[in-house]
Nanobody, 126 residues
Framework: QVQLVESGGGLVQAGGSLRLSCAAS????????MGWFRQAPGKERDFVAVISQTGGSTYYADSVKGRFTISRDNAKNTVYLQMNSLKPEDTAIYYC???????????????????WGQGTQVTVSS
């Protein structure tokens, strides 16, 4: 079992920055790809970014490419999402997710993730 706890959400003006953190329990963190997803009211949960087990590969949704950066610290069992140049359309609940240890690389589909955090609200005002 893996438990994920997100933090760092909040209210920010357009153009501002936030850094989300996701702390994971257990000893298998470094064997799992870690992803961030987001869900706006009335919409589906969409892929945002993913980082591979070692941190050597990352992949982003086109909507955040160049503005968001995903990183991880395997010694601290933590994954981060640095969000810059935020826009009102980035407003959503952001979820951290962990893949199964059998999935390598940079999975980007919800079904490839087995563990989810409770989410953290990000609100960007115009």
């Amino acid at each position: 079992q893996v438990q994920l706890v997100e933090s760092g959400g909040g209210l920010v003006q357009a153009g501002g920055s936030l850094r989300l953190s996701c702390a994971a329990s257990g000893r298998t963190f470094s064997s799992r790809a870690m992803g961030w997803f987001r869900q706006a009211p009335g919409k589906e949960r969409d892929f945002v970014a993913v980082i591979s087990q070692t941190g050597g590969s990352t992949y982003y949704a086109d909507s955040v490419k160049g503005r968001f950066t995903i990183s991880r610290d395997n010694a601290k069992n933590t994954v981060y999402l640095q969000m810059n140049s935020l826009k009102p359309e980035d407003t959503a609940i952001y979820y951290c997710a962990a893949s199964e240890t059998t999935i390598w690389g940079t999975p980007s589909h919800r079904d490839q993730y087995s563990y989810w955090g409770q989410g953290t609200q990000v609100t960007v005002s115009s």
